[in-house]
């Protein structure tokens, strides 16, 4: 991987600056998240803040903390209406996690959140939400998010498959935001809140 330019070094801190002093307490309005979803693509789809955290830090795993969706029983995943793994704090009140199901669950349930920290590509492949049993990453998420309600291009060719479940999360709200809007501030929360953000923050201002 080449070494990052002194501009785009500058780039990444003044990003991470951003979410680590607006988004932690969730005071971040909903058009500001929706915009903001293509930062969040640049750093984590375009690879951006692991080729400057490799150029300043080394070639160590950048960790953030996870929670996840855990399948225990594949079959059962069309019992799961909707499901979200991402805490996220707003004003006035922080979700860890919700479940909506199509059934009963009088045992136990197909699917659990687990918690654990991790690389960062790891957190980005890991199902963060189930919507009419299929899975969705955190990564489909954001590319989603940017591609199709940020501004950063308009697409309105035919949908992939994974497109049209997450289309399908419009109709949930979680607390007081829609979904989508819940899972883009729960990453940029994630990413606020890591040890390697606060490390790199450190290494970029000496």
């Known amino acids: 991987m080449d070494r990052a330019s002194p501009e785009l070094l500058a780039v990444v801190r003044e990003d991470l600056d951003y979410l680590v002093t607006a988004w932690p307490r969730g005071e971040i309005r909903d058009d500001e998240i929706r915009r903001s979803s293509t930062v969040l693509r640049r750093l984590f789809t375009y690879h ?29 995943l069309q019992e799961v209406n909707f499901a979200t ?38 957190y980005l492949n890991q199902p963060a939400c189930v919507i009419s049993g299929a899975l969705i990453g955190r990564d489909e998420i954001v590319q989603f998010v940017a591609n199709k309600l940020g501004g ?13 479940s997450i289309q399908a999360m419009t109709q949930y709200s979680i607390g007081n935001r829609p979904a989508l809007i819940h899972e883009m501030l729960s990453c940029g929360q994630t990413l606020a809140a890591s040890e390697s953000t606060n490390e790199l923050l450190a290494a970029l201002k000496i």
């Not at 903390?65 to 225990?72: D, G, K, N, Y």
């Not at 004003?91 to 920290?117: C, H, L, R, T, Y």
């Open 152 to 164: 950063a291009h308009v697409d309105m060719g035919r949908n992939k498959p994974s497109e049209k």
């Open 85 to 122: 793994a991402s805490p996220a704090q707003s004003v006035g009140m922080k979700i860890f996690s919700a479940m909506e199901f199509n059934k009963i669950q009088d045992g136990k349930a197909p699917i659990s959140i687990k918690e654990e920290v991790v690389p960062l590509k790891r």
């Open 48 to 76: 951006d803040l692991v080729k400057v955290w490799v150029s300043v830090v080394g070639k160590k795993d950048f960790l953030v903390p996870s929670s996840f969706v855990q399948v225990l029983d594949i079959n059962r």
